[in-house]
Structures are given as structure tokens and as C-alpha cells.
């Protein structure tokens, strides 16, 4: 691996994201090792289209088969790769309140990226866009984290915390996209702070008709 290009942070990340294992298990490091190359070379590039196969099994130090028994694709190793990168998926929700869940998963969505890292969301923000193929990838691997956030707003809904016409797609799109833009996409930098999740929880909820707002319906 290219030490120049690791981040500091990148010990901390969550075990990287592969096809279900058939017959033998896979190799965990070799999983992580494949995945850092990709991020190394998108970062180095500059671009996706630069990068190919045949240069991460190089940089790895694995085989190219040892990569497509993982992933069947470019598009989906690189997807994998962008979503290694990530916080991990929320676990321990504590249901206590809607709005002590929301704070729970909108701090969980929080990460800090170091300089390679930040290349690659950049790339990936431009790739995602313009090409369905890795955006196709991109969406199955955070539909997990989308249903975490669904099924949050779908059990406060049974409890009555929420207006009961509530549309939960278009409420987890209001709740995960901003947090995105200022915690991963390094947006509105100026909004980055200690109590920005409780803050902009607090305002979604009174846009919801939840139990903050004191117009709510009864």
C-alpha cells in the first residue's frame, strides 16, 4: 500500500462490505487490502475511469481472480470501496424517543475524512451522477443504512409521534440527505459543530409534525 495516501483514521474503519461468502471463508485483511488499493488509485487518479482491475490486484498484491471472487465487477469493487469508507451501519438504536433515535443516527452518519479520503468523495459525488451503473451499486450497498432510518420513522408512526400521513421515503430522504451534505460532502462547513445533529433534529421534527411542534394535530 502507498502510506502517503493512508489516513490516519484508516485502522478505525468498519470491516469493508463483500459478496456473501460460498464454500471457504474469505480472508477478511484480504477483503480490506484489495478495497484500500481501489481508494489509493481513485485518490491518485483523480477519476474512476483511470482506474482499473488490473492495477488494484497489482497494488494489493492479490490476484485478479482472488478480486472478481469477490465482486463481479469493476463497478461494484468500487462501489464497496466508497462505502468502506463510511461510518458503519448504526446498531443499538435505543428507541427511547423519536427524537433521541434520530440524534442517535444522524451522530452516527457523522465521520471525518482525512486528505485521500476527501479526494475519493469527490469523485465518487461526480461518478454517481453521471454513470447508473455505479449508481445502481452504490444504492444497494446504503440501502441497509436508508432502512436503519425508515424503519425508525415507521415505528414512532405506530406510536403516534409522527403525523400519521407521513411519507416515510420522502421523510428519510429529508433526514439523511443534509446530514450527507454537511457531515460526508463537506458542505456548509460553517454548520459543523457539537450540537448540529440535535439542532437540525429539532427543526426537522417541527417540520414534521412531531412531538416538538406546538401546532400538532391531535
Known sequence: MRPELRDATAHHRAPAPTTPAKGRPR?????????????????EHGNVTDVSV???????????????RRWSSK???VAAAFESIKAPAPEGIPHT???DDLIFLGNNMRRTYGPRDMKVVRCMMTVFHEDPEYKRHHDRLVELRRKYVRDT???WAERGEVAP????????AMFTSPLL????????????????????????LRGLGGPLCETRNP
Not at 480472508?27 to 485518490?43: G, K, P, R, T
Not at 400521513?165 to 428519510?172: H, I, S, Y
Open 153 to 155: 420513522f415507521e415505528y
Open 165 to 172: 400521513d407521513l411519507d416515510l421515503d420522502l421523510a428519510v
Open 54 to 68: 488490473e492495477g488494484v490486484a497489482e497494488l494489493s498484491g492479490v490476484s485478479k481472480a482472488t478480486i472478481y
Open 27 to 43: 480472508s477478511q485483511a484480504v477483503s480490506e487490502s484489495i478495497l484500500e488499493a481501489v481508494l489509493d488509485l481513485i485518490a
Open 75 to 77: 463497478e461494484e469493487l
Open 181 to 204: 451534505t454537511i457531515f460526508v460532502y463537506g458542505q456548509y462547513s460553517h454548520l459543523q459543530a457539537d450540537d448540529t445533529v440535535e439542532r437540525f433534529v429539532d427543526n426537522l
Open 97 to 99: 424517543s423519536l427524537r
